[in-house]
T-cell receptor, first 116, second 114 residues
Framework: NAGVMQNPRHLVRRRGQEARLRCSPMKGHSHVYWYRQLPEEGLKFMVYLQKENIIDESGMPKERFSAEFPKEGPSILRIQQVVRGDSAAYFC??????????????FGSGTQLSVL | GQQLNQSPQSMFIQEGEDVSMNCTSSSIFNTWLWYKQDPGEGPVLLIALYKAGELTSNGRLTAQFGITRKDSFLNISASIPSDVGIYFCAGDRNYGGSQGNLIFGKGTKLSVKP
């Protein structure tokens, strides 16, 4: 009964490199959400995707950040040319198909990105 | 953007004590959620509230959705050591069908009294 799987758990990148964060939703879930958490802060919404579609990217920075959720395979959050300010914990959540309120979100354990 | 003000920021508990924390907003939310986050893990849902005035319990936890829809509180009764962690409130502006765009407070960190 696997939950939301994120990998890697920890990712270290130098400034200017690319970071790729992966998220496999729970079985049967076709909605994926990415959140970012800075130290001592709450989570902040970034993007909401369904299979092959971006539904809401209102929380995504305009540059360097992109997300996808292909028909096959995990959802990917990609950060190009990382800067120190990108250091944070990135959480993925998934929810089952159909409507529902926030209680249907199940969070993964996160990827801690450190930019040197 | 919208913010949730969560207080207190941190508190120390002694086993057996009752704990109370709250969350306020300048905007109305249609759903209030309370999560607990352990170090190195994602948030885990504790309680979800859907109606103004609603009072809901989950074991030793009790939460209420404020009448004005702009606030919520969480109480933990007879705390135990495993209650330590960070508690987050979150508001969902959508009604019925969620876009998953939750607004989180900054958290209340519960620690054990030395």
């Amino acid at each position: 009964n696997a939950g939301v799987m994120q990998n890697p758990r920890h990712l270290v990148r130098r400034r200017g490199q690319e970071a790729r964060l992966r998220c496999s939703p729970m079985k049967g879930h076709s909605h994926v959400y990415w959140y970012r958490q800075l130290p001592e802060e709450g989570l902040k919404f970034m993007v909401y995707l369904q299979k092959e579609n971006i539904i809401d990217e209102s929380g995504m920075p305009k540059e360097r950040f992109s997300a996808e959720f292909p028909k096959e395979g995990p959802s990917i959050l990609r950060i190009q040319q990382v800067v120190r300010g990108d250091s944070a914990a990135y959480f993925c959540a998934s929810s089952p198909t159909g409507t529902g309120s926030g209680e249907k979100l199940f969070f993964g354990s996160g990827t801690q990105l450190s930019v040197l | 953007g919208q913010q949730l003000n969560q207080s207190p920021q941190s508190m120390f508990i002694q086993e057996g004590e009752d704990v109370s924390m709250n969350c306020t907003s300048s905007s109305i939310f249609n759903t209030w959620l309370w999560y607990k986050q352990d170090p190195g893990e994602g948030p885990v849902l504790l309680i979800a509230l859907y109606k103004a005035g609603e009072l809901t319990s989950n074991g030793r936890l009790t939460a209420q959705f404020g009448i004005t829809r702009k606030d919520s509180f969480l109480n933990i009764s007879a705390s135990i050591p495993s209650d330590v962690g960070i508690y987050f409130c979150a508001g969902d502006r959508n009604y019925g069908g969620s876009q998953g765009n939750l607004i989180f407070g900054k958290g209340t960190k519960l620690s054990v009294k030395p």
